[in-house]
Nanobody, 123 residues
């Protein structure tokens, strides 16, 4: 059974930092693209960042570029999202996604999803 488990969310003040982790189990994703998406209340799930299987290709949404960093450790079957200079508009549930193919920024490109972790940024 494939599972993606996110952790590291929480409440932080504007300007602060959080590091999200997504641990995969049930199969190896070392040959798969992985990504982070987020969904704020009343809004659609949106792309945040994605990383290719080797880490050689990385993509970010314009809204997080320069503030967020995605990385992965294939030996641990884990992907990370370092979030710095957080803003209130970053408040959302953050989801990890795996086994991406096609456009990395599209929800339907991913076969597996975690349950999400809440990130709340206070002003």
């Amino acid at each position: 059974q494939v599972q993606l488990v996110e952790s590291g969310g929480g409440l932080v003040q504007a300007g602060g930092s959080l590091r999200l982790s997504c641990a995969a189990s049930g199969r190896s994703f070392r040959n798969s693209a992985m990504g982070w998406f987020r969904q704020a209340p009343g809004k659609e799930r949106e792309f945040v960042a994605a990383i290719s299987w080797s880490g050689g290709s990385i993509y970010y949404a314009d809204s997080v570029k320069g503030r967020f960093t995605i990385s992965r450790d294939n030996a641990k079957n884990t992907v990370y999202l370092q979030m710095n200079s957080l803003k209130p508009e970053d408040t959302a549930v953050y989801f990890c996604a795996a086994a991406g193919s096609g456009s990395f920024a599209v929800v339907d490109s991913y076969a597996y999803w975690g349950q999400g972790t809440q990130v709340t940024v206070s002003s």
